[in-house]
């Protein structure tokens, strides 16, 4: 028998035979370190994604330095010397491939190609972040196991005297010899191979099927096509309603159970609370005739109108020195084709009380867009010590206020949020009491009130 390590055969002469136990340890410890390192940068990559900072350049300093760390620690620390030693002696250099037996042959491209994945996990979460990355991250793995098995199912492994073309062995290894399978020449035992690629069908087979699992659910995820969204489990499809208008529609609403309703309910609105997704119209058009039909109870009904509502403020610097503010609610999105929601203003309070401050007019929004009304109001030095602005008569207006803003200013509000059948005409208007109560006419589906509150900044 010629020693191992020898290219016999000239077509194969990138391949080289690894048989010492020694050398096979050291490859045997290698690759197990690089697969638990690629599954823990894995791990970390996904734990990164609930620390990503929401500003773009942020994201790639930390995206960056992320990388810098987990290379130079595969560097240092997963490449340890005595296998860089092994392949300077065995001059594995471009191109030259060790053949290594079998179970360890199969470890090495699995530990290869989980090294290579798992950086992709963290340039997801930072650079496309939501649902797109998160499938992409899913699907990868299974993927890339997939295509490894594919490639595992031909590899050369050290083996007997055996035809170079079909890897049948040569027995007895006699030359000048015929392949008995392929009928191949062997003039002499250095035709032969000692690296038959060793065909294990099972591989290829379970390849593939992992491949097409992972294309399916890519797929399933970013297309969610019906024929596949119906084979899912019933609670499954149900939580996929919640965010997926398409599967929503497919399903037939009148046969819920009242528990599955509310579930469905409380999935919906977390999904527009946490601003993810950007059409839920046909979930919420069904929140709100729920709403109509009196089905919700009074905390559901709440986070329907009020949910994730603050106070949003516009600031814009005059050439004056004073700063022009606009104060509007920020709603979360609701349905108008079957409720109507609004706001009233029911005054403001700035803390410190700022410098020569007037209301200019309002904006108040209707169905034709933004319209430009003068409240007609101006401040004197009296209102100034008074502190407080008026409540607004009209639904949704933004009051715009011009003050001098010198120091970091908290401005309150008091809101009341209305909630009216759609189409309500007239529109809901309120009336404000001296003892600080409110009457909203027409008697509205619901009405919550609250204080809401928001820094503003001087301009540099
Ligand atoms: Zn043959």
């Not at 969610?224 to 929503?248: I, M, Q, S």
């Not at 409720?339 to 929004?365: C, H, K, M, N």
């Not at 809901?428 to 009405?447: C, E, K, M, N, S």
């Amino acid at each position: 028998m010629p020693d191992a390590g020898i290219a016999l055969d000239s077509g194969v002469a990138t391949y080289q035979n690894i048989t010492d136990p020694e050398q096979l340890a050291v490859i045997d410890q290698w690759s197990r370190r690089m697969i638990w390192f690629g599954i823990a940068a894995y791990l970390v990559g996904f734990g990164l994604w609930f620390f990503a900072p929401s500003g773009l350049i942020a994201r790639i300093v930390m995206l960056v330095t992320a990388l810098c760390v987990y290379f130079i620690l595969l560097l240092l620390v997963m490449t340890p010397r005595k296998l860089r030693r092994l392949a300077k002696e065995m001059g594995w250099r471009r191109g030259v491939r060790p053949v290594l037996p079998y179970p360890l042959s199969v470890r090495v491209q699995v530990a290869t190609s989980v090294i290579g994945f798992a950086p992709m996990v963290v340039v997801m979460g930072l650079q496309l972040p939501g649902m797109f990355g998160f499938t992409i991250v899913l699907a990868m793995p299974v993927f890339l196991i997939g295509v490894t098995l594919v490639k595992s199912s031909r590899l050369r492994e050290p083996g007997p005297p055996s035809c170079p073309k079909c890897a049948y062995p040569v027995d007895p290894p006699e030359f000048p010899a015929m392949c008995s399978e392929c009928a191949a020449p062997m003039p002499t035992l250095d035709a032969a191979t000692l690296m038959p690629r060793v065909y294990r069908p099972w591989f290829l087979w379970s390849g593939v099927g992992l491949i097409v699992a992972s294309v399916a659910l890519f797929y399933g995820v970013m297309f969610k096509p019906p024929a596949l969204v119906g084979v899912l489990p019933r609670p499954a499809r149900l939580a996929l309603a919640a965010r997926d208008h398409k599967t929503f529609e497919t399903f037939d609403l009148t046969k819920l159970s009242p528990a599955e309703r509310d579930r469905l309910t409380g999935r919906i609105l977390s999904v527009r609370d946490s601003d993810e997704i950007a059409y839920l119209h046909p979930q919420l058009t069904w929140i709100g005739g729920r709403l109509l039909a009196d089905e919700l109870d009074a905390d559901q009904v709440e986070r329907f109108i009020v949910g994730t509502a603050e106070l949003g403020v516009l600031t814009r610097s005059r050439d004056d020195g004073r700063t022009e503010i606009l104060i509007h609610a920020e709603t979360p999105e609701q349905s108008w084709r079957t409720v109507q929601t609004t706001y009233f203003f029911g005054g403001f309070e700035f803390d410190p009380v700022p410098e020569g401050y007037s209301i200019l007019g309002a904006i108040a929004r209707s169905e034709s867009g933004l319209d430009w009304r003068s409240l007609g109001y101006t401040f004197d030095e009296r209102d100034r010590h008074e502190v407080k602005y008026p409540a607004l008569a009209t639904a949704n207006d933004a009051p715009i206020l011009t003050p001098i803003i010198r120091e970091p200013t908290r401005v309150r509000a008091r809101v009341v949020f209305v909630a009216v059948p759609a189409k309500t005409s007239p529109a809901p208007t309120i009336a404000w009491h001296d003892d600080g109560t409110w009457t909203v006419t027409p008697q509205p589906l619901a009405a919550f009130e609250l204080t809401a509150e928001r820094m503003i900044e001087p301009e540099p």
